[in-house]
C-alpha cells in the first residue's frame, strides 16, 4: 500500500503539470472506485484552475480556485500517470489540462477513492478530523509523544500506527525509524523516557525524508508519476529482511502484531 512517502512523492510529480494549470476536461471511465465519485466532480473541476498541490496523512490535495480541493487516496495499488501514451483498463479517471498535459489515475485493485470538498473546511472533513500531527511537521516532538502516550501499555509499534497519535505513518516507515531509534516494537508506549522519544522523533523524519528523496518503496503496483520505480526498498535495514543479518551483528526477527508483520533486531533493539 503507498504510504506517506510515495503521496508525497506523487504531489511533487504532479506540482509541475498540475499547479496553475487550467482543467480543460475531467473524464470518469467508471463510477466508482472504493466509493463512488462525487456526483459533480466533473461539472466543478471542469474549468477550474489549480492552485496549489499538498498532501495530507496518507492523502493527496489539489485545490482550485472555486473553492474547491479533490482529495485522492491511492488505497492497495493506485498511481497517476502523466502523459500517457494510451490509455490502460485500470485508468478510471482522466484530467486534461489547457496546456495539453494529460493525467490518468490508475488503480487496478480500485481501492483508492476521490473527493470533493470546501478547500476552507478541509480540517473538519470526516478522515481527516481526528488525525494527530503531520510526522514531518513541527507538531511532532518528543515533548508531545511523551504527554499522548503517557500510561499506554500498548506496544509503541501500534500506537505509531494509530493515525490518531501521528498521521500518515504505515507499517514500513514505522518499523524502519524504531530500528533507527533502536526501540523495541514491544515496548509499551507509555514507558518510553523523554529522551528516547526525541530520538524516536528525529528517526521517524529522517526514514520518512530518505524515502521522498529515494521516490518511495516501490512494492508490488506502486509507481512514481513519471513511470520510476521508487528505491528505498533497496535501503531497508530491517523491513523484509527476516532471518538476515543486521549491522550490529544480529539477526533480523519478525513477529505478526495487529495484522501486520514487524521487523526488528533483537539484538540492537531495547
Given at each position: 500500500?503507498?504510504?506517506?512517502p510515495?503521496v ?8 509541475p503539470?498540475?499547479?496553475g494549470?487550467r482543467?480543460a ?8 472506485l472504493r466509493?463512488?465519485f462525487?456526483e459533480?466532480l ?5 474549468g ?13 490535495l489539489i ?8 482529495i ?10 502523466v502523459?500517457p ?6 485508468d478510471?479517471?482522466?484530467?486534461e489540462t489547457?496546456a495539453?498535459?494529460?493525467?490518468a489515475?490508475?488503480?487496478?485493485r ?24 503531520e ?8 515533548a ?9 501499555r500498548?506496544?509503541?509499534k501500534?500506537?505509531?500506527?494509530d ?8 507499517n514500513?516507515y514505522?518499523?524502519e525509524?524504531l ?17 528516547r ?23 508490488r503496483?506502486?509507481?512514481?508519476p513519471d ?5 528505498f526498498s533497496k535501503?531497508?535495514?530491517v ?18 502484531e ?8 533483537p539484538?540492537?533493539q531495547?
Amino acid at each position: 500500500m503507498p504510504e506517506l512517502p510515495e503521496v508525497e512523492t506523487t504531489v511533487r510529480g504532479l506540482t509541475p503539470v498540475l499547479e496553475g494549470a487550467r482543467i480543460a476536461s475531467l473524464e470518469l471511465r467508471r463510477g466508482d472506485l472504493r466509493r463512488p465519485f462525487p456526483e459533480d466532480l466533473r461539472q466543478r473541476m471542469t474549468g477550474a484552475t489549480v492552485t496549489a498541490l499538498s498532501r495530507r496523512a496518507k492523502y493527496g490535495l489539489i485545490d482550485t480556485d472555486r473553492g474547491d480541493t479533490m482529495i485522492f487516496h491511492l488505497g492497495m495499488s493506485g498511481r497517476w500517470r502523466v502523459d500517457p501514451g494510451e490509455l490502460l483498463t485500470h485508468d478510471h479517471l482522466l484530467i486534461e489540462t489547457d496546456a495539453g498535459r494529460r493525467l490518468a489515475l490508475n488503480d487496478p485493485r480500485r481501492f483508492g477513492s476521490v473527493d470533493l470538498w470546501p478547500t476552507v473546511g478541509l480540517p473538519a472533513w470526516p478522515p481527516f478530523a481526528g488525525l494527530g500531527p503531520e510526522p514531518l511537521g513541527p507538531d511532532l516532538t518528543g515533548a508531545y509523544l511523551h504527554r499522548v502516550l503517557a500510561g499506554r501499555r500498548a506496544s509503541i509499534k501500534l500506537m505509531l500506527l494509530d493515525q490518531r497519535i501521528v498521521a500518515g505513518l504505515g507499517n514500513i516507515y514505522v518499523c524502519e525509524a524504531l530500528y533507527l531509534a533502536r526501540i523495541k516494537p514491544q515496548r509499551a508506549a507509555g514507558r518510553i523516557s523523554r529522551v528516547r522519544l526525541d530520538r524516536l522523533v528525529e528517526a521517524i523524519r529522517a526514514v520518512l525524508l530518505s524515502a521522498i528523496e529515494a521516490g518511495g518503496s516501490s512494492l508490488r503496483d506502486y509507481a512514481r508519476p513519471d513511470g520510476e520505480l521508487g528505491y528505498f526498498s533497496k535501503q531497508f535495514a530491517v523491513y523484509g529482511r527476516e532471518g538476515l543479518p543486521c549491522s550490529c551483528g544480529g539477526v533480523v526477527a519478525r513477529y505478526a502484531e495487529g495484522g501486520r508483520s514487524t521487523f526488528w533486531c533483537p539484538a540492537c533493539q531495547k
